[in-house]
């Protein structure tokens, strides 16, 4: 069993930035956030395969987010810049801890969760 505790999220006006933290308390093979905004289905943002390092993001947020982890720490970061209201949801952070296959912007890839926090961008 993995929990992962997320860091508050925020209110911020366009343009501004934010940084989320995710700590894991174990094992992680594939860590990602997720977003939901109200009325929409949860979509992948970022992920990063914690063996080699590599990232991967929704095209909606490249450029702008940067994900991020400190092993030692075992923590997940997601920085956020250049935020837009469109970017206001529930962000999770999810855990997979064996290397299931398939995209790593399914939902269905990880078993873990975060409790989820809020972002809000105005305009």
């Known amino acids: 069993q993995v929990q992962l505790v997320e860091s508050e999220g925020g209110s911020v006006r366009a343009g501004g930035s934010l940084r989320l933290s995710c700590a894991a308390s174990?094992?992680?093979?594939?860590r990602g956030w997720f977003r939901q905004a109200p009325g929409k289905e949860r979509e992948g943002v970022a992920a990063i395969y914690t063996g080699s390092g590599n990232t991967y993001y929704a095209e909606s947020v490249k450029g702008r987010f940067i994900i991020s982890q400190d092993n030692a720490k075992n923590t997940l970061y997601l920085q956020m810049n250049s935020l837009k209201p469109e970017d206001t949801a529930m962000y999770y952070c999810?855990?997979?801890?064996?290397?299931?296959?398939?995209?790593?912007?399914?939902?269905?890839?990880?078993?873990?969760w975060g409790q989820g926090t809020q972002v809000t961008v105005s305009s």
């Open positions: 999810a855990a997979d801890t064996w290397g299931r296959a398939g995209d790593w912007a399914s939902p269905g890839k990880y078993e873990y």
């Open positions: 174990g094992y992680t093979y594939t």
